[in-house]
């Protein structure tokens, strides 16, 4: 895989509005955005640090994924997020090194950004996003 950089940290939390006052007030970032992503159905708050930020992840309804991740692990981080160059070539790679894939297509992700995740089973436990612009 031919990665550049973390993208970002998703962080599941129940309550923007309750999140949001934590990271700006004792960890000293800005909020920078708020953005609702209605078919991933979840609203999502990012912040910056240095080249990487932080992006909270708020459930819109009870069926989101963010949800269900809420229910079972509880408020935390919920993935990593990777940059990359060629999201199509870099999906190609992980399926033919035998990584399942949640998206074989990339979608449509917050900040206009183009994603697809891979599944936590045959990442090392880790739920991973690649994206890029």
Request: hydrophobic share 40%; proline share 4%; glycine share 8%.
């Amino acid at each position: 895989m031919e990665l550049t950089h973390i993208e970002h940290l998703g962080i599941a939390v129940p309550s923007l509005e309750e999140a949001i006052p934590y990271w700006e007030g004792v960890m000293g970032l800005t909020c920078y955005a708020i953005e609702e992503v209605a078919d991933q159905k979840v609203r999502t708050a990012f912040f910056k640090l240095g080249d990487t930020k932080i992006e909270l992840l708020e459930p819109m309804s009870e069926d989101s994924t963010i949800a269900k991740f809420l229910e079972t692990k509880g408020q935390g981080i919920h993935h990593i997020a990777f940059a990359c160059k060629d999201i199509e070539a870099q999906l190609a790679d992980a399926e033919n090194r035998g990584i399942k894939l949640i998206d074989k297509q990339p979608r449509k992700g917050a900040e206009g950004m183009t994603i697809a995740f891979l599944h936590p089973k045959s990442t090392q436990g880790i739920l991973t996003e690649l994206c890029t612009k």
